[in-house]
Structures are given as C-alpha cells and as structure tokens.
C-alpha cells in the first residue's frame, strides 16, 4: 500500500502537458494496430463520425453490455450509417487481464461484434491521451474532429442485465442529435465500469 | 388459569430470548470475495425508537468494495430494503472511505471490514411481542485487480418489545462505527474558490488551532473533482488551504463543494469532516484547454504483476550472481581455500557446506526481518543501506584491512586469540562456516546485480511472508556454489590439491582485501570529507603497528609489547571515533558528487518541472558505494558519444546520489519497482519512463534516445 501511493505520488508529480479529451475539444490523433495487425490512425476517418469504445473483455460492465447485444446492435445500427467504430483494449500487457490479439479478436468475433476494429493499446498510451478511465469509456467525434460526447454509454451504471436495453443511452443520443444536424443534448457524463488497467 | 397464562409467558419470552439468540447467529452469506450479513446493535426493537442496524461487508485481503462515490472507477454499494408495516429505514451512514489508488487511477472504498450503518425505526403502534425479519438485497461491486459484481439477500429477525439489551456481539463494533462517522466541520470557517484548473478551500480556525497535518478530500459527487490529482494542504497565515484540481472531463453544474475532509492530525480533534459550501471564483475546466493536465504516466512493470515464480527464480539467479561480485570475490576465494585445506569425509564436508549455507540463509532472515520491521516503522530504506553509515563503512575498512593483514602474514589468529578460544573455534568448524555465511552476506550488500533489483523492489512492495520467500530464495542462490561443492566431491576434486602453494595464494588474496579497504576509504571521502578518509588511515596505520607488535610478543618481553600492542589499538579507535560517530548527513551537500557536464542533483520538484516542459529526462540512480555505477559512469555516462547523443535529443540529466541515505530517492527508486542502485531511467514525453538495464553500454543509451 505504501509503494503504491510512492508510485502514484512519483505518477502525478510527472504531469506531462496534454489538452483534455473533452468535449468540446479536438479529438487527439493516434495510431494503434488493430487486431489483425492493420495500422490505423483517427486521422484516417476524417469526415465521418467516429466513435472510440474503451473495452475489456475481462470487465462484468463490458460483459453486460455484449451479453445484451446492446454493444453489438449499437455497432451494427450505426455501421451501416457509415460511422467508424473503433473498440479499443488499452489492458496494460503486465496486467492480469491482458488478452493477447488474437484472443480478443477471437472473443469479439465469438459476440458478434460489427465494430470497424478492435484496437490493442497495450502499453495504455491512447487511453492516458484521452484520459480513459473505465471500461466502458465513450467518446463520440464527429467530421470535423471535434468531440462531442465523452464518458458513461448510458445513465445506469450497473451489471444488470436488465439494465441496458431500458436505459438512456448517451453514445445513440449524442449521434442521432448530432446526425439529425441538433446539438448533443448531453455532452458530457461521469464513465462507469471498470478502471482501465493502466 | 392464571398459572397457565403465566407459564404461556415465560414461554413466549423464552422462545423469543430463543430466536433473538438464534437472529444475532445468523449465518453471514459468503459470497466468492465478501461475507456479508445485516446485524443490529440492540438484541429487539423498540416501537417509537430509532435502532442502528448495519450492513456488514468483510472483504478478503486485498479487495475492496465502494463508498458512495466510487472515484474514478467502480459501483457504490447498494442496500435495498423490503421491511415489514410499520418499519422505515434511513439511507445508508457511509463510514469514511479509504483513498485506494489503481495504476494512475483513484478509487474510493473499504478494504478489511466495513459496517454501512443504516437507521431502522418502529412505528409506536408496533404490537409488543412480535417477530419481525428485515430483508435487504445488497448488491456491491468487489475488485482486486478484476472487478466482480456481487450480492446477497439478506434477512435479520429481531423481536419487537418494550426494553431492549446491546447485542453482545454486534453493539460495540457498530457503537464504534456510528462514533468515527463524520460529523459538520466545527471550529472552522471554511470557503471554495475556484481558480481556472483548481479550487482552493481554505480553513479558517475560528480560534488557535494546530496543525492538521496531511489533508484529503472525498467528494460526494463525481465528476467535478479529479479523484488521482494530487491535494496540498498548505498553511496561509492563520489559515489552512487546501488545492484541488477541478475534473478534467467535468461533468454537470459545479456550484458547490460538498464531501468529507480527513487529516491525519485532526482539524481541531476531527480526524474527519463533512464540509458543504458554496464555490466561489470561476474554474474553465472541461470546456476550455488547460494549462497543465494530470496525465499520469504509467510506471514500467508494476511490481504487484509479476508472479512469485518470477521473483523467487530471479532472487535464486541474482543469489548465484552475487558470488561473482567485486565485493563478494574475497570471501569466495577464502571459502574455496577453507575448503581446500578442510580434508575430511564426504559427511563432513557435506555438513561443511550446509553450516555455510545456513549461515547465508539465516543473515538473508535476519535481513529480512529487519526490513519488515523497518519498512513497518515507514523507514525508507534500500538495498545498501547499511552503506549509507559512514560508522559501518568504517568498521568494514578496519575488519576487511585486519584480515588482510592476516593473510599477508603480518599476524596469526591463534596467536591474537587467546588459546581457549582458538581451540574452541577448532573445535566448532561448523559455526565458523555459518559465520563465514553470515560474513559473505554482510559485504555482499552494496552490490546490486542486475537481477536483484526487481527481487528485491518486489519484495519490499510484498506481504512479510512473500519477502522471506524472496530472500530465502537469494540466500539459497549465494549458497549455490559451496553446497554444490560440498555435495559433489568430483567437481572439488578438481579443485587444486593442498600444498605450499596455499601460503603464497593465501598473500595474493589479500591483496583484494587491500582494494576493498581502499574503495571503502574512498566511499568514506565521499559521505564525510578528506579528514576522514585520513582520520581512517591514520587508525589503519596504528592497528598494524599494534597487530605487528602483538605478534612480537613472543620474541622480545612480554609486557612492554603487550603495552604497545594496546597503545595501538587505543590510539587508533581514538584517532577513528569521529568518524564513526558522525550521524549520517541527510543529503545536505549534494555539490560534492554532482559533477559537471551537465548534470543536476535530482528533485522530485525538479524532475516534475522538466516533465511538464515537455522535456525528455534521463536519471542517474547512483552511490560512491556502488562499484557498477562506477564503471557505467566512467565507461558510458561520461564517454564524449554519450554526451553528444544527450545533447542531441535535448535530454535533461538528473543525478540521484544515493551515497548518504536520501528518503526522496528512496521512494523514487521504490516508484520504478528497484530498491538498489544502480538504477537508469528515461522519462519520454507522453510515454511510459523506460528503465534500462543496470549494466549500462553506448548501444543501450542509442537505443533508449531512438525511441524519443
């Protein structure tokens, strides 16, 4: 517990300069490589929406989205609307809940998940650009490169399986207001889930 | 009739005593991770009186649920209720959380065992007499490194009646919990003003009060503040300000800053508070860029991730390698000689080896056990530290210089010691291996080998058992070669056989031991001054004249030598006493071992500073004692090449001297997961600080400044 807090003490006093994945700001850029070993940059998707999903297959909060397809049905639904949607695996490669590429892939595949890509951030350096915290994590950026929804997917942060179809769901708010050409009711939401395991 | 309506009473009570008794036992639901129960401070219910009942979650070791902001991650715990008419219950009374940082994250919870204390009251018209069962469904999210959601239902059955005793098991731990719950702030004006990135809060004693030591703030809702951000607590004049830094992802209306304050010295008596007041000023944060965000960077391999496989096998390599060392060699080729002059059967030599070896392993206990204790009492110590004692350095330099002289022949063991102990030490030549282990692992502690730091980083940061674990494992490793030797008569036999020869190898060998007396002489220049290093020479110099005089006893007269011999040892420890009884400075002259080509003494302030410029940051983790960083520093870090690829990429340079005990770089070198020097490390801009290994070449170097 003491070398813990040394640890954090020693993280924060090394703050390093960034401007905050918010909304309202420009989404930063990122190159990762994605499960098939295919590099791929946010500047790639310029003009279209993009939406970034932290995920980890190990995490009951993620589990429970995919469990009630409500992930999938999200990917799908806005896949076929041209929006890039890019789930990305930031599980530090020490941590116990690492997957290795494949795996991921493997389990993603086994959901039937219809993202863009699954992204492998291994060493969590997208996650600390875009200050990630949970999984899941949402950041919603629209053509121009501008966020303009970040934190939870919806307002019940729970395991309950019953839970996410009832719920309100900020990610399909913010693209159908967006896409509708009317502002994002809701820009912003405190994430729930899982800590990223940085 | 009256009798029987009499005995039906004494009936009823007793059957109720009966399953008061039975409620109180009701078996806690364990869950995989938690055991949690409802539980009530009173043994009935009172109509027309509150009752505390609490929930009680005891967490296995190292997990831990949430309070009722989770921080950054996490659920808060739930408790729902399904009472009975006539009963209500209030909201749950959080107890004060813990801060429990994950990686650069932080959550806020309960390890160990918690009681989230709940209000139950009876309506006054409650019939007396009557059982009643109270059932909650609690649902709580347990993490370690994995989180799993969890719950139960659960039930208490109390009576309801019109008196009503403490629970003999359940009243005083709820009593104490209902007594440390924070309670308003009093004693204290306190105001919000925010900043742009920050918000101050800022204590006024309404009259003197002192200092409430370390401050932490827990507020209820998220998204305003940042939990992992750092909290200062500062003294302002008559006042006390504490700085917070707004989210960096606000979310929602930021119009007042309500929560718990805790100190660790209590603002006015109170350990902890709650505060509600109204923000004042204006914060810009999550709209507008700030200035300077808390990204933190990740640290390289967190400790807790490598298994104790890895760990044990590393401190069983590092073990071997430390045979191999500078400091370690003498004693190596003493022991080699010991065993070549030995003899004996293949049982006693066995017996030989393993007295060694348990010697090694019982100074690596002894060890161990000191660091527990120490690391207990919040010493931040390191491997080496025994070198950081300019009294041990010395007392090192005066036995390694008598046993050289010994070696040298200037003197004869069985002539110092008096003939009863000579012949007792013969006479225990298994206590003499275990002391000559004991021996091997006293030097062997300034050197560092590449595979000990981890092991050791990693035992420190480990549970007591895990750290005897690691350091039988090293002593296991140490002892490697003697018991192989002991065991395995063939590979002795070509050791090489007794002869004249040893007089002659037995000279060469002090010659090592000469060297070692040197650099300990040289380490001592670097944590005091010149005087001592002279001061110690001067005393070498007097205990060889009395050893040489003590060895001449038998020619010349017996008391003037003797008289002599004593003179000498007198002066010597009078002339080295200063020496040894200078306290070790704490860092104060960091000049001295700062040298130039553009290196700065390493602060954490400093290292902060540098990072937020943006600025890539190399550090020297480094000691005089520690002979590796020597030859790193002579042959890589001070090459032209190094300089210039330094130069080139623009990299600051800190040095962290390690010489003389330094608890800042204590706890840095912990934060890396080393506990030794030498220790290198980059901190890239935006990317996690890259360690290097402690065997430094120029290609190493080139390497570390590609990735930029």
């Known amino acids: 517990m003491i070398f813990r807090s040394f640890a954090f003490a020693l993280a924060l006093g090394a703050a390093q300069a960034v401007v905050a994945a918010t909304a309202g700001q420009s989404a930063p850029n990122f190159q990762l490589v994605d499960t098939q070993g295919k590099a791929v940059q946010l500047s790639d998707f310029k003009g279209r929406y993009v939406v970034l999903e932290w995920t980890n297959p190990q995490c009951p909060f993620v589990r429970n989205h995919y469990n009630t397809r409500n992930m999938q049905a999200l990917q799908q639904r806005w896949g076929e609307r041209d929006v890039v949607w890019l789930s990305i695996d930031s599980s530090n490669k020490s941590s116990g809940e690492y997957m290795k590429p494949s795996k991921l892939d493997l389990w993603m595949h086994s959901q039937g998940a219809a993202q863009k890509a699954v992204l492998v951030d291994d060493d969590s350096t997208t996650a600390r650009l875009y200050q990630a915290k949970t999984t899941p994590h949402m950041f919603v950026i629209d053509p121009q490169g501008t966020i303009i929804y970040a934190g939870a997917i919806d307002d019940r942060p729970s395991t309950r399986p019953d839970d996410p179809p009832n719920a309100r769901n900020y990610v399909q708010a913010a693209l159908a207001q967006a896409t509708d050409g009317k502002p994002v009711a809701t820009s912003n939401s405190v994430p729930y889930g899982c800590s990223i395991k940085y | ?708």
């Not at chain 2, 160990?112 to 469904?137: H, P, Q, Y």
């Not at chain 2, 050893?547 to 010597?572: D, E, I, M």
């Not at chain 2, 290196?599 to 400093?606: G, H, I, L, T």
């Not at chain 2, 020297?620 to 300089?643: G, M, P």
């Open chain 2, 1 to 708: 009739m009256l009798r029987s309506a009499h005995l039906t009473r004494l009936f009823v009570a007793a059957t109720l005593l009966a399953l008061a008794v039975a409620a109180a036992r009701a078996a806690p639901v364990r869950t995989e991770h938690v055991e949690a129960e409802l539980v009530s401070e009173r043994t009935a219910l009172v109509p027309g009186q509150p009752l505390t009942v609490a929930l009680r979650l005891a967490m296995q070791r190292g997990w831990h649920t949430y309070w009722r902001n989770p921080g950054d991650s996490g659920l808060p715990t739930t408790l729902a209720w399904k009472l009975p008419q006539g009963l209500s219950a209030g909201p749950i009374q959080w107890p004060v959380p813990q801060a429990l940082p994950v990686g650069p994250l932080m959550n806020f919870g309960y390890e160990g065992e918690a009681f989230l204390l709940t209000e139950v009251t009876a309506a006054s018209g409650l019939a007396d007499s009557k059982l009643v069962t109270l059932t909650g469904r609690a649902d709580w999210l347990v993490c370690k490194e994995i989180c799993i959601p969890e719950g139960a239902d659960l039930a208490l059955t109390l009576p309801v009646a019109s008196v009503s005793d403490a629970d003999p098991r359940w009243a005083a731990p709820i009593s104490s919990a209902r007594g440390a719950l924070p309670q308003a702030l009093q004693g204290f004006a306190v105001s919000a003003v925010g900043v742009g990135q920050e918000l101050v809060l800022t204590f006024t004693p309404r009259k003197e009060a002192s200092d409430p030591g370390e401050a932490y703030f827990f507020p209820y809702k998220a998204g305003l503040i940042e939990p992992s951000a750092k909290q200062t607590l500062l003294r302002d004049g008559d006042a006390w300000k504490l700085t917070l830094a707004v989210a960096n992802q606000r979310v929602g209306e930021f119009a007042r800053v309500a929560g718990v304050i805790t100190s660790s010295r209590g603002f006015a008596g109170q350990r902890a508070a709650t505060l509600d007041v109204p923000l004042g000023g204006s914060i810009v944060a999550g709209t507008a860029p700030p200035a300077i965000a808390t990204v933190p960077l990740a640290l390289p391999a967190d400790t807790s991730a490598s298994s104790l496989g890895v760990a044990l096998a590393f401190a069983f390599i590092g073990g071997a390698l430390l045979n191999l060392m500078p400091c370690v060699f003498p004693v190596l080729s003493l022991k080699v000689l010991g065993f070549a002059t030995h003899g004996g059967g293949r049982a006693t030599m066995r017996l030989h080896g393993l007295a060694f070896a348990a010697g090694v392993i019982a100074s690596f206990w002894l060890l161990a056990g000191a660091l527990v204790a120490l690391r207990a009492a919040g010493a931040q110590l390191g491997w080496g530290f025994q070198l950081q004692s300019p009294a041990v350095i010395a007392a090192l330099a005066v036995l390694f210089f008598v046993m050289a002289l010994n070696l040298s022949g200037v003197f004869d063991f069985g002539r110092l010691i008096p003939s009863s102990v000579a012949t007792w030490d013969a006479k225990q030549p298994f206590l003499n291996d275990a002391l000559s282990g004991v021996l091997a692992v006293v030097i062997a502690s300034p050197c560092s080998a590449p595979f000990m730091g981890a092991a050791l980083g990693y035992a420190l940061a480990a549970p007591r058992e895990v750290t005897f674990a690691v350091f039988t494992s090293l002593g296991l490793g140490m002892a490697l070669p003697y018991l192989v030797l002991a065991f395995f008569p063939k590979w002795r036999a070509r050791l090489p056989r007794p002869g004249p020869w040893m007089q002659r190898l037995r000279q060469l060998l002090a010659f090592p031991l000469y060297g070692t007396v040197l650099w300990l002489a040289w380490v001592l220049g670097a944590q005091l001054d010149n005087d001592a290093v002279l001061r110690l020479g001067v005393s070498l110099l007097l205990i060889a004249l009395a050893l040489w005089a003590w060895q001449s006893r038998s020619a010349g007269a017996l008391r003037g030598w003797t008289v002599a011999a004593l003179a000498g040892v007198a002066a010597a420890a009078a002339v080295v006493w200063p020496v040894v009884a200078a306290s070790t400075p704490t860092a104060a002259s960091q000049s001295t071992s700062i040298d130039s080509g553009g290196w700065q003494a390493y602060a954490p302030e400093r290292l902060s500073t540098l990072v937020a410029q943006g600025r890539p940051v190399f550090i020297d983790f480094t000691a005089a004692w520690c002979v590796t960083c020597q030859v790193n520093k002579r042959l890589v870090l001070n090459s032209s090449e190094t300089r210039d690829a330094f130069t080139r990429s623009n990299v600051a340079l800190l040095r962290a001297d390690w010489t003389r005990r330094d608890p800042a770089i204590g706890q840095a070198l912990a934060a890396l997961g080393r506990n030794g020097v030498p220790a290198y490390v980059l901190y890239r801009p935006g990317r996690k600080p890259l360690l290097l290994p402690e065997v430094l070449q120029q290609s190493t170097i080139n390497d570390a400044l590609a990735t930029l």
